[in-house]
Nanobody, 125 residues
């Protein structure tokens, strides 16, 4: 397991945008699917988006489709989450994670074995 490093969180007005970054300190995850999850106060952690190892496949939870875009730059060992048209319901701590298996992409958090510390996103109405 490796600790991933998220950045880019902050406070933004509703309707605004933020881009989160997640960097792996080593090159080990350049072929692993990567996911973004979030946890709002008083709620369970939920899946947000994931991307395959080479970036050719992405998947999103329904509530962010058309607003969020996940991408990656394997040369920089970095995964991004571009968030647009943010609403107060997007307020949460956002976590990135590396999936254990390279053979498929899953929304199941139990399949991810390396996590970041989380970055706070606050959307103000």
């Amino acid at each position: 397991q490796v600790r991933l490093i998220e950045s880019g969180g902050g406070s933004v007005q509703a309707g605004g945008s933020l881009r989160l970054s997640c960097t792996a300190p080593i090159r080990a995850f350049s072929s692993n699917p990567m996911g973004w999850f979030r946890q709002a106060p008083g709620k369970e952690r939920e899946f947000v988006a994931a991307i395959s190892g080479m970036g050719g496949f992405t998947t999103y939870t329904d509530s962010v489709k058309g607003r969020f875009t996940v991408s990656r730059d394997n040369d920089k060992n970095t995964v991004y989450l571009q968030m647009s048209s943010l609403t107060v319901e997007d307020t949460a701590i956002y976590y990135c994670a590396a999936q254990r298996s390279r053979d498929y992409v899953t929304e199941d958090a139990r399949e991810y074995n390396s996590w970041g510390q989380g970055t706070q996103v606050t959307v103000i109405s």
